[in-house]
C-alpha cells in the first residue's frame, strides 16, 4: 500500500486507525442519497410501520375518485373525461395540503429538534445543499402524489378510447403545472417546519398558509367577482399556491376555471410571483439550515 | 376533580411563546377579514364567510390547537410521566387540561364569530351562531383533547375529521350532518335564527354534543390512566 492520500479537509473521523483505501465517493453521492432516502421517508418507507399509515391514507384518498372517474368514463363510454387533469389536482387540493403538512416536518423538523443535524454537516455537505436535498424530496413526493391519480385518470381515458394527442396535451399541461405548484408548495411547508419544530405547530401553520389562506383567496376572489372588481378577483389570486395554481392552469387552457379569466399582463405576473416565491422559500431554507448549522 | 395548579401550568403552555401568537392569529385574521368585506362589498358577502370559512375552518383550527397544545408537548417529549407520577387522578388531570383548552377554543374561536357577525349587523342572528359556535367549540375541545391522549399524530388526525369528514364528505354527503359536531352546532343555534341551516335533529344534536363531550373527556382521562411511553416513530 504506497501513496496513501491524505485526509480530506472538513472530514472529522480520521482517529489515527487503519485507513479506508477503497472508493471514496463524493459530495454527488452523498447528496443523492440524501434525497432518495427523504423521498422513502416522506412515504414512511424505512420507517416504522405506524408512520406508513397517514401517507398512504391520503394517497389512497386521493386515488379513490380517480378509479371512480374511469370506472364511469369506461362503462358509460364517454367522449370526454368529466374532469380535466389539472382540474383533479385542484379538485383534490385538500389532501395534497394535508399531505405536505403532514410529511414536512418528517423531513424538515426532526435533524433539528434532535440535533442530528450536526452529524449530516459534519460531513463534507453543506448546509445550503442539505437544504436543497430536503426540499427536493418533499417537492419530488408531493408530485408523485399528485401524478399517481393524474396518469391513472390518463390510463383509464387512453384504454377507453379517447382522442390521443388531446389527452396528451392536457396531460402534459396539468404535469407541468403540479411540478410548479410541488415545488411551490414544499418549499412553503417546508421553511414552516423547520422554524416551528414541534410536529403539531407545524402542521398547523402549514395547514393555514395552504389550507386557510386559500379559504381567505377564494372568498375575497368570490365578492370581488360578485361585486364586478374583476382586476381585484385576480389580483387577490397572486396570495395562495393554490390560487395561482388555478390561475396559471386558466390561463395556459388547462381545464380549470377560475371566477374571473386571467389573461394579458397577469398571466405574466402570477407566472413570476410563483417563481419568486419558490426562490423565497428556498433562500429562507438555506439561510435557517446555516443558521442552525453553524450554532 | 378539577386541580387548579394543573390548569395553571397547561394555561402558562398554551399562552406561551410562540404559539400564543399562532392562537391569536385566527381571531385577528377572521374579524379583519368581515370587516374588510362590509366595508367593501354591499349585500350579505361578509356574513357568508362565517357559515363558509369562520365557523367550519377557524373554529375547529382553534380547537385543535388548543387542545394539543395543553396536552401534545408533554405527549411528545415525554414530560407528561412527572405529571402523571403524582398522586392526582388521571381524570382531574384530563379535566384540568379540558377546561383550559375549552376556555381558549371560546375566547379565540366562539367569540370572535360573535364579535365578526356584529360587525356584519343583525344580531339575532349573531347570537344564534355564537350559540352554535359555543356548543360545537365545547365539543371539538372534548373531541381533541381525547384524540391528543391517543395518537402523536393528533394534529393531523383531527384535522382529517374536520376537513375530510366534516367539510368534504359533508358537502357531498346530507347524511354525515348526522356525524359533523359543526352541525349539531349549527342545529343549536337553529332554533334561535331560522337563516341558520337546519341539519338534523335538536334532541339527537343536544345529545350528541354531551355524549362526545363527556366521553371524550373521560376518555382522555382513561388514556392517561393507562398511559405508556414509546419511542418516535
Request: charged share 10%; net charge positive; proline share 4%.
Amino acid at each position: 500500500m504506497s501513496d496513501v492520500p491524505q485526509s480530506r479537509p472538513g472530514v472529522i473521523h480520521d482517529l489515527g486507525y487503519r485507513r479506508y483505501d477503497g472508493l471514496r465517493e463524493g459530495t454527488a453521492t452523498i447528496a443523492r442519497t440524501l434525497f432518495i432516502t427523504g423521498l422513502r421517508h416522506a412515504y414512511g418507507l424505512g420507517r416504522s410501520g405506524k408512520s406508513k399509515v397517514m401517507p398512504f391514507l391520503l394517497l389512497a384518498m386521493s386515488v379513490l375518485p380517480a378509479l371512480i372517474v374511469v370506472g364511469v368514463v369506461v362503462l358509460t363510454g364517454m367522449s370526454s373525461l368529466p374532469i380535466s387533469y389539472a382540474d383533479y389536482t385542484n379538485q383534490t387540493q385538500l389532501l395534497v395540503s394535508l399531505f405536505a403538512a403532514a410529511q414536512a416536518p418528517v423531513l424538515f423538523s426532526r435533524d433539528l429538534r434532535h440535533r442530528s443535524i450536526v452529524l449530516y454537516l459534519a460531513r463534507p455537505l453543506s448546509a445550503p445543499l442539505f437544504a436543497l436535498m430536503r426540499w427536493l424530496s418533499l417537492a419530488v413526493a408531493l408530485w408523485f402524489f399528485m401524478a399517481v391519480p393524474t396518469l391513472l385518470l390518463f390510463v383509464g381515458a387512453m384504454l377507453s378510447g379517447l382522442d390521443k394527442s388531446d389527452q396528451v396535451t392536457q396531460l402534459l399541461k396539468a404535469v407541468a403545472l403540479q411540478t410548479l405548484l410541488a415545488l411551490l408548495v414544499a418549499g412553503i411547508t417546508g421553511l414552516i417546519s423547520s422554524v416551528s419544530l414541534r410536529r403539531g405547530f407545524a402542521v398547523v401553520g402549514s395547514v393555514m398558509a395552504l389550507i386557510v389562506l386559500t379559504g381567505v383567496v377564494t372568498a375575497i376572489q368570490a365578492i370581488a367577482a360578485d361585486q364586478d372588481a374583476d382586476a381585484v378577483s385576480v389580483a387577490a389570486g397572486l396570495f395562495s399556491p393554490w390560487s395561482l395554481y388555478t390561475g396559471l392552469a386558466n390561463a395556459w387552457d388547462a381545464g380549470v376555471e377560475t371566477f374571473v379569466p386571467v389573461d394579458g399582463a397577469w398571466v405574466l405576473a402570477y407566472a413570476l410571483v410563483a417563481l419568486l416565491l419558490v426562490a423565497g422559500c428556498l433562500l429562507g431554507l438555506v439561510a435557517r439550515f446555516q443558521k442552525v448549522g453553524s450554532r | 376533580m378539577m386541580n387548579a395548579t394543573i390548569a395553571k401550568l397547561a394555561l402558562q403552555a398554551l399562552l406561551g411563546r410562540r404559539r400564543f401568537y399562532l392562537l391569536l392569529a385566527f381571531p385577528v385574521l377572521l374579524i379583519a377579514l368581515v370587516s374588510l368585506i362590509t366595508a367593501l362589498a354591499d349585500g350579505d358577502a361578509a356574513f357568508d364567510i362565517l357559515p363558509g370559512l369562520g365557523y367550519p375552518l377557524v373554529l375547529p383550527l382553534v380547537a385543535i390547537l388548543a387542545a394539543s397544545s395543553v396536552l401534545g408537548p408533554e405527549v411528545d417529549d415525554g414530560s407528561i410521566i412527572y405529571l402523571l407520577a403524582k398522586p392526582v387522578s388521571r381524570y382531574g388531570v384530563a379535566i384540568s387540561k379540558w377546561v383550559v383548552a375549552l376556555a381558549a377554543t371560546l375566547t379565540a374561536g366562539a367569540l370572535p364569530i360573535l364579535v365578526a357577525a356584529l360587525i356584519t349587523g343583525d344580531s339575532t342572528r349573531a347570537w344564534a351562531l355564537f350559540v352554535g359556535a359555543l356548543v360545537a367549540g365545547t365539543t371539538y375541545s372534548a373531541l381533541f383533547l381525547a384524540i391528543s391522549a391517543v395518537t402523536r399524530h393528533a394534529v393531523i388526525a383531527s384535522l382529517m375529521f374536520v376537513l375530510i369528514w366534516e367539510s368534504l364528505l359533508g358537502n357531498l354527503f346530507t347524511g354525515v350532518a348526522w356525524l359533523s359536531i359543526g352541525q349539531w352546532g349549527l342545529r343549536v343555534g337553529h332554533e334561535l335564527s331560522a337563516q341558520l341551516p337546519d341539519p338534523a335533529n335538536l334532541t339527537w344534536a343536544i345529545l350528541a354534543s354531551l355524549v362526545v363531550t363527556a366521553v371524550g373527556v373521560w376518555f382522555a382521562g382513561d388514556r392517561l390512566r393507562s398511559f405508556s411511553l414509546r419511542g418516535e416513530d
